[in-house]
């Protein structure tokens, strides 16, 4: 009788025990003895909810305390043969996260952090990561690697401020400049997907080559086209929050998920939409079926680079309406390099979330989180270092992706031609 072998990794125990010691130099050689105030309720809110106040240097030494012992049962779990399960590194994140705000707001200048801002702030930056993250997710899973996204991102950004700009109209500028960056995204992906399926041509360099293109031609026509031209095509309409009756009274969740506009709306639904479509569908089961072993997808009569091909361009549509963002949600007008390499944190949440889309957008919300969260301490005058918390986003992305990840297999034929026999 043949026995199972149950394979797990010590990457997660090894990367814990890291932050635990990380965490233990930082709150035990640099305490703050001053209290941390979290601030749930903004002014606008119906449903205030008192601040709470908690003592820096207890709250810091109880977490750190917490910190050891989930280390410590992530490591006997190892030893015993188990995996480390996915909650215990979430309860670990959301301990260190709470320690660490608490020692950073009691060293302040205001001590106080407003969580409504900081969610609703992480919200917002981790909306083109999560529509980046789910074309990631398409696309691998039909077996083509998308290292475009980042162009993906940047052709819709660009695309979506000139149409919308040179329409003008609020309602039908915003339209159909969500439409154009869609469009936009999905002519980088034809480009890839030409390549990378009919001629075989390698998929990273494709992708690579692709984001240098698209940043080089955007980048080109800003300084000529767009700068000259700001108030007729660089000075899109943006999009309005639109509050959804009692969801958005709701302390803390209401402003973070339901006073938002349109397009992170329709990113709620492209989530559930790529979900159900990938598990529950013919369509997502023939998609996984070419990712997984295109040879076997072609005997049952599935045309593996037709499947490819229109599903990488429907990758590259997500990817684009994410960039559209950018211009009319957020910033409201383009800028070059504005994506800032958010398509390759894209890319990375979906490897964190091992290739499903719920568990890449909650990859794509933790990025966006540690993105404002550079921002928050900014604003409350924490005492870390300006230079740490620049690279804080990609500290991570890093940690999360070769510490937290241990031994997954994405689909077996992603980033291998299909050459028919």
Not at 68 to 92: E, Q
Not at 282 to 306: C, F, M, S, Y
Not at 335 to 363: C, H, R, S, Y
Request: with cysteine; charged share 10%; hydrophobic share 60%.
């Amino acid at each position: 009788m043949l026995e199972s072998t149950v394979v797990v990794s010590w990457k997660a125990p090894i990367a814990l025990g890291a932050v635990t010691v990380l965490s233990a130099l930082l709150f035990l050689i640099a305490p703050h003895d001053a209290e941390a105030v979290f601030r749930v309720s903004s002014p606008r809110d119906v449903i205030q909810i008192p601040e709470i106040v908690l003592p820096g240097i207890a709250t810091t030494w109880v977490c750190l305390v917490l910190l050891a012992a989930l280390t410590v049962w992530s490591a006997l779990l190892v030893r015993a043969k188990r995996r480390v399960p996915l909650w215990l590194v979430i309860v670990f994140a959301v301990v260190f996260m709470l320690g660490f705000l608490t020692w950073a707001a009691a060293g302040a200048s205001t001590h106080v952090i407003p969580l409504a801002g900081l969610f609703a702030g992480a919200l917002s930056l981790s909306v083109p990561l999560i529509f980046g993250a789910l074309s990631g997710v398409i696309s691998e899973r039909v077996g083509v690697v998308n290292i475009a996204i980042e162009g993906q991102l940047l052709a819709g950004a660009f695309t979506s401020a000139m149409v919308s700009s040179a329409i003008g109209q609020a309602v039908l500028g915003q339209t159909v400049g969500m439409i154009a960056a869609a469009i936009a995204g999905v002519l980088v992906s034809f480009v890839l997907a030409a390549f990378a399926i009919k001629y075989f041509v390698d998929q990273v360099i494709v992708g690579v080559v692709l984001n240098v293109l698209v940043l080089g031609l955007t980048s080109f026509l800003f300084s000529q086209v767009l700068a000259p031209n700001a108030s007729v095509l660089n000075s899109p309409p943006r999009l309005e929050r639109i509050p959804i009756p009692l969801l958005s009274e709701i302390p803390l969740i209401g402003p973070t998920f339901f006073r938002q506009t349109i397009i992170v709306y329709l990113m709620y639904v492209a989530v559930v939409l790529v979900y159900i479509g990938l598990f529950h569908t013919k369509w997502g089961l023939r998609l996984r079926a070419v990712g997984e072993h295109p040879q076997a997808a072609d005997t049952v009569g599935i045309n593996v680079g037709r499947t490819r091909f229109w599903n990488v361009s429907l990758g590259g549509a997500i990817a684009g309406l994410g960039g559209s963002f950018f211009t009319l949600g957020s910033v409201g007008a383009f800028n070059k390099e504005m994506t800032a390499g958010l398509g390759f944190i894209a890319l990375a949440a979906v490897i964190f979330g091992q290739w499903d889309p719920i568990k890449a957008t909650l990859a794509a919300l933790l990025f966006g989180f540690a993105l404002n969260l550079q921002n928050t301490l900014g604003v409350i005058g924490s005492p870390v270092p300006s230079e740490f918390m620049l690279m804080l986003p990609y500290v991570v992305t890093i940690f999360a992706v070769a510490g937290l990840v241990g031994k997954v297999r994405g689909p077996a034929a992603s980033g291998k031609p299909y050459i028919k026999s």
